[in-house]
């Protein structure tokens, strides 16, 4: 019965399966611990690393600059299972550079380090592609340069760039010596197309020597490394200058000329305040002062953030009244208006000579008894004395026509 058991274990499958897994298990320790011979395996392209370069070397304002070679190949020789598998990831090869106080260029011998399963005593470095490596150092130096840029590109039709800006406008270069000293500035090239509003962006930029050249080199830091650009752009509008018309003296728009020169002015500024302003006023001009023509010139004052293109400043108006005819009378008929209560006014001006002007056929209607002649006395209050005033010609029944020019009487105050 335990013979027939053991007879159909024996010919099981498990059992099969386990005797292999112990026969490859003993075999794994055979060959490793008894057939594990040496070989040798090539490492290439090492990267060599500095110690005290970012610090020390920082701190006594020095920089390496270059080094040669970058890479270090090795060929190892060691047991089979220690070194088959190393990549140049699990080797580390260093150059100490504490003890370099001046600039200059020296030859220094590297540290290899092996991972620790490695490094036992049973494996050997047999061959290095470089025994030495050449280091140079230069002194650190720093300055500000300014920020420039253009726009490459366009903006729409009606609407013009302005001055770029940027913020900072100067910026910070480290680096060698004879690297910082060829940089002169830093250019932003704007990539855009079509704009109709101002721009802002942030922005990388490229160092630049006096010659326009760029200057590149893995050893020159820059603070910031990217700047805040902002390109105004504006619309473009040409609109008219005008005045306005205060009627007087019997004349009016309808048969006043008026010529303004310039007649038109080009602006710029931002499309919200533009695209609502068609002409620009200039002042008014009273009717009543202009006696045949006259001219006057303007100052043109702009909207907030509006500019002329062609640095216009001011305007001249020239009027000319056309198709009137204007007479001459003295008027005896002299008032006064808004005088205080208790105190008497007495013409003492006796007669004004008043120009009026109108239609032909009005002004041959019109004669000194349709004249009026009214002082105002609101300014003067409670107070006695001879005083020069203000007047106001009326022209009674002929609305049609009136008087052109200034006028003034000399009015006596006494008490009641």
Not at 60 to 82: C, D, F, Y
Not at 319 to 330: A, D, E, M, N, W
Not at 335 to 359: C, K, M, W
């Amino acid at each position: 019965m335990l013979r027939e058991t053991v007879n159909k274990l024996i010919n099981s499958r498990m059992f099969l399966i386990v005797v292999s897994i112990i026969l490859a298990i003993m075999l794994w320790i055979y060959v490793v611990n008894v057939e594990n011979t040496n070989m040798e395996v090539n490492i290439r392209d090492i990267p060599v690393t500095f110690i005290g370069d970012d610090d020390i070397l920082a701190d006594r304002e020095l920089v390496v600059t270059e080094s040669n070679p970058q890479k270090v190949s090795i060929k190892l020789l060691g047991r089979r299972s220690a070194v088959q598998k190393l990549t140049k990831d699990d080797i580390s090869i260093t150059v100490d550079l504490t003890d370099i106080t001046t600039a200059g260029t020296v030859y220094r011998v590297y540290d290899i380090e092996l991972p620790s399963h490695v490094d036992d005593g049973t494996t050997y470095i047999l061959e290095k592609s470089a025994e030495y490596i050449s280091v140079t150092v230069d002194r650190l130096s720093s300055k500000q340069i300014e920020v420039h840029g253009e726009l490459n590109g366009n903006v729409a039709e009606g609407y013009m760039a302005g001055t770029m800006e940027f913020s900072p406008e100067i910026i910070t270069v480290s680096g060698p010596e004879d690297e910082i000293a060829k940089i002169d500035s830093a250019f932003v090239s704007l990539q855009r197309e079509n704009i109709s509003k101002t721009v802002v962006t942030t922005a990388s930029y490229t160092l630049l020597d006096e010659d326009g050249n760029e200057v590149k080199s893995e050893s020159i830091t820059a603070e910031p490394e990217t700047v805040t650009v902002t390109l105004p752009v504006n619309m473009v509008k040409t609109v008219g200058l005008s005045v306005k018309l205060i009627a007087g003296g019997g004349a009016t728009e309808d048969n006043t000329l008026v010529d303004i020169d310039p007649p038109e002015i080009t602006l710029t500024g931002p499309a919200s305040v533009l695209e609502s302003i068609n002409q620009l006023s200039l002042g008014q001009i009273d009717l009543a002062k202009v006696v045949s023509s006259a001219s006057e010139t303007f100052k043109i004052v702009l909207p907030n953030d509006v500019s002329t293109l062609s640095g216009e400043t001011e305007a001249t108006v020239t009027v000319s009244i056309r198709g009137l005819t204007t007479k001459r009378l003295t008027v005896s008929n002299i008032e006064f208006a808004n005088n205080s209560e208790g105190y008497i006014a007495t013409p003492v001006t006796q007669s004004v000579d008043v120009l009026i002007r109108g239609p032909a056929e009005i002004i041959e209607l019109i004669d000194e008894h349709s004249i009026r002649v009214v002082g105002d006395l609101t300014d003067l209050g409670e107070t006695t004395g001879n005083y020069l005033v203000d007047a106001t010609v009326f022209i009674d029944g002929y609305s049609e026509a009136g008087a052109v020019g200034e006028y003034s009487v000399v009015v006596n105050l006494t008490e009641e």
